[in-house]
C-alpha cells in the first residue's frame, strides 16, 4: 500500500492499494464514528461497486443508505445537489454522519458539495473510480457543481476524511473514459514533470498505472498544501482548463468528456504561445503526438472566437483579468494574467 499524507487545513491520507475498495469500511470507520453513513454514486458505477462498499460500511457498524443519480456531467446540477438534501433529511443525516463518494469526478464533486453545505458541513470521504478522478479530482477539497453560464462556478472548499484509490476499479473503466483521465495525466506532466512526459512517451500508461497515480497526486498534494485557497500557485493546475471549460460550455456539457476538453484545451493555447515565442518550439507537436498515442482529440470544430468568447464569466477570472496558464517547456509553466479587455487582442480576434 501506498500512502500520501496532504498537509491541509485538515490533513488527510491517500491509500492507493489494489483491491482496498474492499476493506472500505475499515478506513472509513479508523477516520469517521459516525452511525450513519449515505453512498453517492452515479447510474454506471454503482451497479459494479456500489454493494461491496455498502457490505464493507455494514460490517464496521455503519448503518447506511444509498443515492444513485443517472451518470452524466449534464447532471451535476443544484437540482441533483437538492435531491440529495432530501435523501440526507429523509434518513436522518446528522453533522455526526458521513458521506461516501463513490463514482468518478461528477459523483466527489456532487457528494463534497452536498457534504459541505447540508447541516453547513458533514464528513465525507473519496473513493474515486475514474483515473480522472484518481489522479486529480478526489485530492484537494474542491466540490462544486456547474451553471448554465459555466462550470464549476457554485461549490466550496471542503477536504475529504480519506481518499480510497483502487487502480482495479480502472478495468472495469471503458476506454473512452481511461482517455479522459490519460487528459489530466498529461496535464501534470506538462505542467511540473518533464520525466512523467517522457515516460508516457516511452511506455504504456496502463503498465505504469500505479506510478502515473501515485506522481500525479504527489504533484498536487504540494501544489494543494502551498495553496489550499486557490489563491496563487494553485491555479497552475488549471492548464488547459480556461479553454477546455470554455469548450465543455459550447458543448453543452455533453458529447465531450472533461479530460478531452481539457486537452484540446492545453494544445490550442499552447500552439499560440509557442507562436509567439513564449512557449519552446516544438512543444505543442510534442503535446500533440502524447495525446494521439492516448486517443485523444487534438482540435475542435469551435472557432478560436468562440472559444475565447465562451471563456467569460470563467471562475478563474479575477477583478479585470483572467488567469491562463502558460508552458516554457514541457515540466514549466507560470502563471499570466490578461486583462479582460486586452484578452481579444492577445489571441488576435476582432
Given at each position: 500500500?501506498?500512502?500520501i499524507?496532504?498537509?491541509?487545513?485538515?490533513?488527510?491520507?491517500?491509500y492507493?492499494?489494489?483491491?482496498?475498495i474492499?476493506?472500505?469500511?475499515?478506513f472509513?470507520?479508523?477516520?469517521s464514528?459516525a452511525?450513519?453513513?449515505?453512498?453517492?454514486?452515479?447510474s454506471?458505477?454503482?451497479?459494479?461497486?456500489?454493494?461491496?462498499?455498502?457490505?464493507?460500511l455494514?460490517?464496521?457498524?455503519?448503518?447506511?443508505?444509498?443515492?444513485v443519480?443517472?451518470?452524466?456531467?449534464?447532471?451535476k446540477?443544484?437540482?441533483?445537489?437538492?435531491?440529495?438534501?432530501?435523501?440526507?433529511?429523509?434518513?436522518?443525516i446528522?453533522?455526526?454522519?458521513?458521506i461516501?463518494?463513490?463514482?468518478?469526478?461528477?459523483?466527489?464533486?456532487?457528494?463534497?458539495?452536498?457534504?459541505?453545505?447540508?447541516?453547513?458541513?458533514?464528513?465525507?470521504v473519496q473513493?474515486p473510480?475514474?483515473?480522472?478522478s484518481?489522479v486529480d479530482s478526489?485530492?484537494?477539497?474542491?466540490t462544486?457543481?456547474?451553471?448554465?453560464?459555466?462550470?464549476?462556478?457554485?461549490?466550496?472548499f471542503?477536504q475529504?476524511?480519506?481518499v480510497?484509490i483502487?487502480?482495479?476499479?480502472?478495468?472495469?473503466?471503458?476506454?473512452?473514459?481511461?482517455?479522459?483521465?490519460?487528459g489530466?495525466?498529461i496535464k501534470?506532466g506538462?505542467?511540473?514533470s518533464?520525466s512523467?512526459?517522457?515516460?508516457?512517451?516511452r511506455e504504456?500508461?496502463?503498465d505504469?498505472?500505479?506510478d502515473?497515480?501515485?506522481?500525479?497526486?504527489?504533484?498536487?498534494?504540494?501544489v494543494?498544501?502551498?495553496?489550499?485557497?486557490d489563491?496563487?500557485?494553485?491555479?497552475?493546475?488549471n492548464?488547459?482548463h480556461t479553454f477546455?471549460?470554455?469548450?465543455e460550455?459550447?458543448?453543452?456539457?455533453?458529447?465531450?468528456?472533461h479530460?478531452?476538453?481539457?486537452?484540446?484545451?492545453?494544445?490550442t493555447?499552447t500552439?499560440?504561445?509557442?507562436?509567439?515565442?513564449?512557449?519552446?518550439?516544438?512543444?505543442?507537436?510534442?503535446?500533440?503526438?502524447l495525446?494521439?498515442k492516448y486517443?485523444?482529440?487534438?482540435?475542435?470544430e469551435?472557432?478560436l472566437t468562440?472559444?475565447?468568447?465562451?471563456?467569460?464569466?470563467?471562475?478563474?477570472?479575477?477583478?479585470?483579468?483572467?488567469?491562463?496558464?502558460?508552458i516554457?517547456?514541457?515540466?514549466?509553466?507560470?502563471?499570466?494574467?490578461?486583462?479582460?479587455?486586452?484578452?481579444?487582442?492577445f489571441?488576435?480576434i476582432?
Amino acid at each position: 500500500m501506498k500512502t500520501i499524507e496532504v498537509k491541509t487545513g485538515r490533513p488527510y491520507n491517500i491509500y492507493i492499494e489494489h483491491g482496498i475498495i474492499k476493506n472500505a469500511g475499515k478506513f472509513v470507520r479508523d477516520v469517521s464514528k459516525a452511525v450513519r453513513a449515505v453512498i453517492i454514486s452515479d447510474s454506471n458505477v454503482a451497479p459494479i461497486y456500489a454493494d461491496i462498499v455498502e457490505n464493507s460500511l455494514k460490517e464496521n457498524g455503519f448503518e447506511t443508505s444509498m443515492f444513485v443519480f443517472e451518470a452524466g456531467e449534464e447532471r451535476k446540477r443544484l437540482a441533483t445537489i437538492a435531491k440529495m438534501y432530501e435523501h440526507f433529511f429523509e434518513h436522518s443525516i446528522t453533522r455526526t454522519d458521513i458521506i461516501v463518494a463513490l463514482g468518478g469526478g461528477v459523483t466527489g464533486d456532487m457528494a463534497g458539495f452536498a457534504a459541505a453545505s447540508y447541516l453547513r458541513g458533514i464528513d465525507f470521504v473519496q473513493i474515486p473510480t475514474s483515473l480522472l478522478s484518481q489522479v486529480d479530482s478526489s485530492v484537494g477539497g474542491k466540490t462544486g457543481v456547474d451553471l448554465p453560464t459555466g462550470k464549476n462556478l457554485v461549490g466550496a472548499f471542503w477536504q475529504p476524511n480519506v481518499v480510497l484509490i483502487d487502480p482495479d476499479t480502472l478495468d472495469t473503466l471503458p476506454q473512452k473514459f481511461f482517455n479522459d483521465g490519460m487528459g489530466e495525466v498529461i496535464k501534470y506532466g506538462c505542467i511540473r514533470s518533464k520525466s512523467l512526459f517522457e515516460r508516457l512517451e516511452r511506455e504504456n500508461a496502463k503498465d505504469i498505472i500505479d506510478d502515473i497515480i501515485y506522481e500525479c497526486i504527489s504533484i498536487k498534494r504540494d501544489v494543494v498544501e502551498n495553496d489550499e485557497r486557490d489563491t496563487g500557485e494553485r491555479a497552475i493546475l488549471n492548464f488547459g482548463h480556461t479553454f477546455g471549460h470554455a469548450l465543455e460550455k459550447l458543448h453543452n456539457y455533453s458529447g465531450i468528456t472533461h479530460g478531452e476538453a481539457v486537452a484540446v484545451g492545453a494544445l490550442t493555447l499552447t500552439k499560440i504561445t509557442e507562436e509567439k515565442n513564449i512557449t519552446a518550439n516544438g512543444v505543442s507537436e510534442k503535446i500533440s503526438t502524447l495525446l494521439k498515442k492516448y486517443n485523444m482529440p487534438t482540435e475542435t470544430e469551435f472557432s478560436l472566437t468562440d472559444i475565447v468568447k465562451a471563456t467569460k464569466g470563467d471562475k478563474k477570472s479575477s477583478g479585470k483579468s483572467l488567469n491562463f496558464i502558460f508552458i516554457r517547456d514541457i515540466g514549466e509553466c507560470f502563471i499570466n494574467k490578461i486583462e479582460n479587455d486586452k484578452i481579444p487582442e492577445f489571441f488576435g480576434i476582432g
